[in-house]
């Protein structure tokens, strides 16, 4: 079976309650719920949390919370890794079998049920361990500048100052929505970022990092020019 594992614990410190604060017209976590059920690959679709409130949000849009997540894995400095890992220990222990397991954000209201999809595919096609969404970066890298104690600026690269930007080679980073991978990989806790991965590259306008009340409110918009972007498509 395929499975769908949304981590949300309930600590949230820079947006408090995030995870179930209202997004759009919905709680936050409904729309990782949502995709994930109208792509119609998952046999299951469970919510690890350590809070009730969120549990209850989560089986009112349609997931399952078959356990409670343990405190050792609710802290600040839990991984993605092991607390995927916990879950498919949980299905694995009551003799369910597991093809594919991903874990979808539950702060990821940008995903869409085709790219997950497509994720699927993408593993099934190929012998890696995980495919996950991927967006480029909208400045070269490479003129990365930093700044020393003394607030004095220097490039990361001084090497390439006079090469053309448009020479530069594009760069990528993780959108943040969602991880396929096979139970072997994510049981062994593997890296996701490794040469056994392949990635679901997404437009730059569906992806945004949502840590700090600033970000949640550029979400928000993009979302909503999106939202109106779709509905004079026809």
Same mark, same amino acid.
């Given at each position: 079976?395929?499975?769908?594992?949304?981590?949300?614990?309930?600590?949230?410190?820079?947006?408090?309650?995030?995870?179930?604060?209202?997004?759009?017209?919905?709680?936050?976590?409904?729309?990782?719920?949502?995709?994930?059920?109208?792509?119609?690959?998952?046999?299951?679709?469970?919510?690890?949390?350590?809070?009730?409130?969120?549990?209850?949000?989560?089986?009112?849009?349609?997931?399952?919370?078959?356990?409670?997540?343990?405190?050792?894995?609710?802290?600040? !400095?839990? /991984? *993605? &890794?092991?607390?995927?890992?916990?879950?498919?220990?949980?299905?694995?222990?009551? #003799?369910?079998? +597991?093809?594919?397991?991903?874990?979808?954000?539950?702060?990821?209201?940008?995903?869409?049920?085709?790219?997950?999809?497509?994720?699927?595919?993408?593993?099934?096609?190929?012998?890696?361990?995980?495919?996950?969404?991927?967006?480029?970066?909208?400045?070269?890298?490479?003129?990365?500048?930093?700044?020393?104690?003394?607030?004095?600026?220097?490039?990361?690269?001084?090497?390439?100052?006079?090469?053309?930007?448009?020479?530069?080679?594009?760069?990528?980073?993780?959108?943040?929505?969602? !991880?396929? /991978? *096979? &139970?072997?990989?994510?049981?062994?806790?593997?890296?996701?970022?490794?040469?056994? #991965?392949?990635? +679901?590259?997404?437009?730059?306008?569906?992806?945004?990092?949502?840590?700090?009340?600033?970000?949640?409110?550029?979400?928000?918009?993009?979302?909503?020019?999106?939202?109106?972007?779709?509905?004079?498509?026809?």
């Amino acid at each position: 079976m395929n499975v769908a594992i949304i981590p949300a614990r309930g600590g949230s410190k820079r947006i408090p309650r995030k995870n179930i604060k209202d997004f759009c017209g919905k709680p936050m976590i409904a729309w990782s719920i949502e995709a994930a059920r109208q792509s119609g690959v998952f046999d299951r679709i469970i919510v690890s949390t350590d809070d009730k409130e969120i549990a209850k949000v989560a089986l009112e849009y349609g997931a399952e919370v078959p356990f409670m997540r343990p405190d050792e894995l609710s802290n600040d !400095y839990a /991984g *993605t &890794l092991p607390v995927i890992r916990h879950a498919c220990e949980f299905l694995l222990q009551r #003799s369910e079998q +597991i093809d594919y397991a991903c874990c979808i954000y539950a702060t990821a209201p940008f995903i869409r049920s085709e790219d997950i999809i497509e994720g699927l595919a993408m593993m099934k096609e190929s012998s890696i361990d995980y495919c996950f969404s991927v967006t480029s970066f909208p400045y070269p890298i490479q003129r990365a500048l930093k700044l020393n104690a003394g607030n004095e600026i220097s490039m990361f690269s001084p090497n390439l100052f006079n090469v053309r930007s448009q020479e530069l080679e594009d760069a990528y980073h993780d959108a943040g929505q969602f !991880y396929w /991978g *096979t &139970l072997s990989s994510w049981l062994a806790e593997k890296p996701i970022f490794n040469a056994y #991965s392949k990635p +679901i590259i997404l437009p730059r306008e569906r992806v945004q990092d949502i840590d700090t009340p600033e970000d949640w409110r550029l979400a928000e918009l993009l979302f909503k020019i999106g939202e109106t972007k779709n509905e004079n498509r026809f």
